[in-house]
T-cell receptor, first 116, second 111 residues
Framework: AQKVTQAQTEISVVEKEDVTLDCVYETRDTTYYLFWYKQPPSGELVFLIR??????QNEISGRYSWNFQKSTSSFNFTITASQVVDSAVYFC?????????????FGQGTRLTINP | DTEVTQTPKHLVMGMTNKKSLKCEQHMGHRAMYWYKQKAKKPPELMFV???????INESVPSRFSPECPNSSLLNLHLHALQPEDSALYLC??????????FGSGTQLSVL
């Protein structure tokens, strides 16, 4: 079975602080994909990053960076110099192929609040 | 066009009503999905359509009936719902093996 654990239910920091959101996953698949999505109050899930299981290179996109460590089954997300607009619920997700179709399993989400 | 459009945005229905949720995309994606999201919970997969055929049904009650009339449209027909079915219903689409694009959802309230 596939499982994603986001142990941090809520995080609150002051603007300009760095913050890391943790994600740990479980899967028996050798090929899989990991994702981060952002869900602002408007409700839409906004895609942030997709990483396949064979690519352990860390990635940086502006103030966002991701650390994928297969040895610890973790895919953590760091926001540098946080801003109020970063306030949202962030979901880590694991994608496998079941019955020939993609199945995306989400973690419980981390509610991030950036205070001015 | 990189949007998934869902209508209506809000829906209130009684337990004896029949209603439908609609989802449309014009990105050429051949996989379409319905997810259900309760407040403060993650989205949960309900159905997956691949090339207009139902690929996954996550043991969803029969009062929810999906339909994929063509490669751009996905419907969710609702009948005899219960108050606990109140939730945000999210539609998504994707190319095979790639990221999902989500719509902004339909907020459903069952009275």
């Amino acid at each position: 079975a596939q499982k994603v654990t986001q142990a941090q239910t809520e995080i609150s920091v002051v603007e300009k602080e760095d913050v890391t959101l943790d994600c740990v996953y479980e899967t028996r698949d050798t090929t899989y994909y990991l994702f981060w999505y952002k869900q602002p109050p408007s409700g839409e899930l906004v895609f942030l990053i997709r990483r396949n299981s064979f690519d352990e290179q860390n990635e940086i996109s502006g103030r966002y960076s991701w650390n994928f460590q297969k040895s610890t089954s973790s895919f953590n997300f760091t926001i540098t110099a946080s801003q109020v607009v970063d306030s949202a619920v962030y979901f880590c997700a694991l994608q496998g192929i079941i019955q020939g179709a993609q199945k995306l399993v989400f973690g419980q989400g981390t509610r991030l609040t950036i205070n001015p | 066009d990189t949007e998934v459009t869902q209508t209506p945005k809000h829906l209130v229905m009684g337990m004896t009503n029949k209603k439908s949720l609609k989802c449309e995309q014009h990105m050429g994606h051949r996989a379409m999905y319905w997810y259900k999201q309760k407040a403060k919970k993650p989205p949960e997969l309900m159905f997956v359509y691949s090339y207009e055929k139902l690929s996954i049904n996550e043991s969803v009650p029969s009062r929810f009936s999906p339909e994929c009339p063509n490669s751009s449209l996905l419907n969710l027909h609702l009948h005899a719902l219960q108050p606990e079915d109140s939730a945000l219903y999210l539609c998504a689409s994707s190319r095979t093996g790639e990221k999902l694009f989500f719509g902004s959802g339909t907020q459903l309230s069952v009275l």
